[in-house]
Protein backbone atom coordinates (compact mmCIF):
# COMPACT_ATOMS: atom_id res chain seq x y z
CA UNK A 1 0.00 0.00 0.00
CA UNK A 2 0.97 3.65 -0.69
CA UNK A 3 0.93 6.87 1.00
CA UNK A 4 -1.04 8.64 0.09
CA UNK A 5 0.65 12.39 0.97
CA UNK A 6 4.59 11.08 -0.28
CA UNK A 7 3.69 7.40 -2.15
CA UNK A 8 6.18 6.06 0.48
CA UNK A 9 5.24 2.14 0.95
CA UNK A 10 2.86 1.82 4.05
CA UNK A 11 3.47 -0.67 6.54
CA UNK A 12 1.11 -2.25 9.00
CA UNK A 13 1.86 -1.68 12.53
CA UNK A 14 -0.06 -2.11 15.74
CA UNK A 15 0.68 0.62 18.12
CA UNK A 16 -0.34 3.33 20.33
CA UNK A 17 -2.62 6.07 18.63
CA UNK A 18 -3.34 9.93 20.35
CA UNK A 19 -6.12 12.12 19.18
CA UNK A 20 -7.54 15.52 20.67
CA UNK A 21 -10.90 14.46 21.93
CA UNK A 22 -12.70 17.97 23.26
CA UNK A 23 -8.99 19.97 23.44
CA UNK A 24 -7.69 16.86 25.66
CA UNK A 25 -5.16 14.48 24.40
CA UNK A 26 -6.73 10.94 24.86
CA UNK A 27 -4.02 7.64 23.94
CA UNK A 28 -5.76 4.68 22.70
CA UNK A 29 -3.15 1.57 23.39
CA UNK A 30 -3.22 -1.59 20.49
CA UNK A 31 -4.54 0.15 17.58
CA UNK A 32 -3.89 -1.35 14.47
CA UNK A 33 -3.24 1.01 11.52
CA UNK A 34 -0.83 1.72 8.21
CA UNK A 35 2.00 3.91 8.87
CA UNK A 36 4.66 5.27 6.44
CA UNK A 37 7.82 4.96 7.21
CA UNK A 38 8.64 8.23 4.80
CA UNK A 39 6.99 11.05 6.16
CA UNK A 40 4.89 9.24 9.70
CA UNK A 41 1.41 9.72 7.56
CA UNK A 42 -1.42 6.91 9.23
CA UNK A 43 -4.36 5.24 8.10
CA UNK A 44 -6.60 3.12 8.93
CA UNK A 45 -8.99 0.07 7.45
CA UNK A 46 -12.61 1.06 8.20
CA UNK A 47 -13.03 -1.33 10.60
CA UNK A 48 -9.97 -0.24 12.05
CA UNK A 49 -11.14 3.26 12.16
CA UNK A 50 -14.46 2.40 13.85
CA UNK A 51 -13.35 0.29 16.54
CA UNK A 52 -10.61 3.57 17.41
CA UNK A 53 -12.71 6.26 17.30
CA UNK A 54 -15.27 3.72 19.79
CA UNK A 55 -11.77 3.24 22.26
CA UNK A 56 -11.23 7.08 22.04
CA UNK A 57 -14.72 7.78 23.46
CA UNK A 58 -14.94 4.96 25.48
CA UNK A 59 -11.19 5.84 26.88
CA UNK A 60 -12.54 9.14 27.21
CA UNK A 61 -16.03 8.68 28.91
CA UNK A 62 -14.16 6.79 31.51
CA UNK A 63 -11.24 9.38 32.39
CA UNK A 64 -14.07 11.77 32.98
CA UNK A 65 -16.71 9.28 34.70
CA UNK A 66 -19.61 9.18 32.05
CA UNK A 67 -21.81 7.03 32.21
CA UNK A 68 -21.25 4.44 29.51
CA UNK A 69 -23.65 3.16 26.64
CA UNK A 70 -24.83 -0.08 28.74
CA UNK A 71 -25.49 1.95 31.64
CA UNK A 72 -27.54 4.50 29.60
CA UNK A 73 -29.64 1.39 27.85
CA UNK A 74 -29.95 -0.27 31.31
CA UNK A 75 -32.10 2.90 32.81
CA UNK A 76 -34.03 3.42 29.78
CA UNK A 77 -34.91 -0.83 29.86
CA UNK A 78 -35.51 -0.38 33.38
CA UNK A 79 -38.18 2.03 32.92
CA UNK A 80 -39.55 0.31 29.42
CA UNK A 81 -39.23 3.16 27.60
CA UNK A 82 -38.39 3.27 23.49
CA UNK A 83 -35.54 5.16 22.53
CA UNK A 84 -37.70 7.78 21.04
CA UNK A 85 -39.81 8.24 24.91
CA UNK A 86 -36.47 8.35 26.19
CA UNK A 87 -35.37 11.26 23.93
CA UNK A 88 -39.07 12.84 25.15
CA UNK A 89 -38.26 12.43 28.65
CA UNK A 90 -34.93 14.28 28.45
CA UNK A 91 -35.79 16.78 26.04
CA UNK A 92 -33.37 15.64 23.27
CA UNK A 93 -33.50 15.34 19.61
CA UNK A 94 -33.57 12.15 17.52
CA UNK A 95 -31.26 10.04 16.99
CA UNK A 96 -29.54 11.23 20.51
CA UNK A 97 -30.22 8.10 22.55
CA UNK A 98 -29.27 5.43 20.04
CA UNK A 99 -26.20 7.49 19.28
CA UNK A 100 -25.38 7.28 23.06
CA UNK A 101 -26.06 3.55 23.70
CA UNK A 102 -23.94 2.49 20.57
CA UNK A 103 -21.02 4.91 21.36
CA UNK A 104 -20.99 6.69 18.74
CA UNK A 105 -21.87 10.17 20.42
CA UNK A 106 -20.56 11.24 23.98
CA UNK A 107 -23.30 13.10 26.29
CA UNK A 108 -22.30 16.22 27.60
CA UNK A 109 -21.39 16.18 31.28
CA UNK A 110 -24.77 18.16 31.97
CA UNK A 111 -26.68 15.84 30.39
CA UNK A 112 -24.52 12.94 32.03
CA UNK A 113 -25.34 14.71 35.50
CA UNK A 114 -29.14 14.45 34.18
CA UNK A 115 -28.76 10.81 33.71
CA UNK A 116 -27.33 10.27 36.65
CA UNK A 117 -30.16 11.58 39.06
CA UNK A 118 -32.61 9.46 36.51
CA UNK A 119 -30.32 6.37 37.36
CA UNK A 120 -29.80 6.76 40.86
CA UNK A 121 -33.54 7.93 41.76
CA UNK A 122 -36.23 5.49 39.90
CA UNK A 123 -38.98 8.27 41.19
CA UNK A 124 -37.40 10.97 39.47
CA UNK A 125 -37.68 8.94 36.30
CA UNK A 126 -41.30 8.20 36.72
CA UNK A 127 -41.48 11.76 37.87
CA UNK A 128 -40.14 12.86 34.52
CA UNK A 129 -41.74 10.33 32.60
CA UNK A 130 -45.08 11.41 33.61
CA UNK A 131 -44.54 14.89 32.95
CA UNK A 132 -43.76 13.96 29.76
CA UNK A 133 -47.03 12.29 29.35
CA UNK A 134 -45.45 9.00 28.08
CA UNK A 135 -46.85 5.61 29.05
CA UNK A 136 -43.92 3.00 29.46
CA UNK A 137 -44.60 0.99 26.60
CA UNK A 138 -47.68 2.86 24.81
CA UNK A 139 -46.28 6.16 23.75
CA UNK A 140 -47.83 9.60 24.51
CA UNK A 141 -51.02 9.53 25.78
CA UNK A 142 -54.08 9.68 23.62
CA UNK A 143 -57.21 10.50 25.42
CA UNK A 144 -60.12 7.75 24.95
CA UNK A 145 -62.67 9.98 26.63
CA UNK A 146 -64.26 12.67 28.38
CA UNK A 147 -64.14 10.75 31.42
CA UNK A 148 -59.98 10.67 31.01
CA UNK A 149 -59.90 14.37 30.46
CA UNK A 150 -61.53 15.33 33.12
CA UNK A 151 -59.66 13.04 35.75
CA UNK A 152 -56.39 14.51 34.35
CA UNK A 153 -57.67 18.29 34.98
CA UNK A 154 -59.41 17.04 38.50
CA UNK A 155 -62.77 17.93 37.23
CA UNK A 156 -65.88 16.18 38.63
CA UNK A 157 -67.21 13.99 35.97
CA UNK A 158 -70.64 15.58 36.62
CA UNK A 159 -69.83 18.88 36.09
CA UNK A 160 -68.21 17.75 32.78
CA UNK A 161 -70.62 16.05 31.56
CA UNK A 162 -73.09 18.59 32.49
CA UNK A 163 -71.60 21.07 29.85
CA UNK A 164 -69.64 23.66 32.17
CA UNK A 165 -67.27 24.12 29.46
CA UNK A 166 -67.05 26.70 27.06
CA UNK A 167 -68.18 25.05 22.77
CA UNK A 168 -64.01 25.98 21.98
CA UNK A 169 -62.66 23.80 25.06
CA UNK A 170 -60.89 21.35 23.37
CA UNK A 171 -57.88 18.87 23.12
Not at 42 to 67: C, P, Q, R, T, W
Amino acid sequence: MLCTECGGQMKEVVSPISETVHGEVITVQDIEHFECASCGEVEYSSKAAKEFSKKLLSKYAEIHGLMSPEEIRALRKRHNLSQSDFEKVLGVKTPTVSRWETGKVLQSKLADNYLRVLYDNPQVMENEVARAEIRPGGGCYEFASSYDIASLLDYPMREFEAGSFSEDFSF
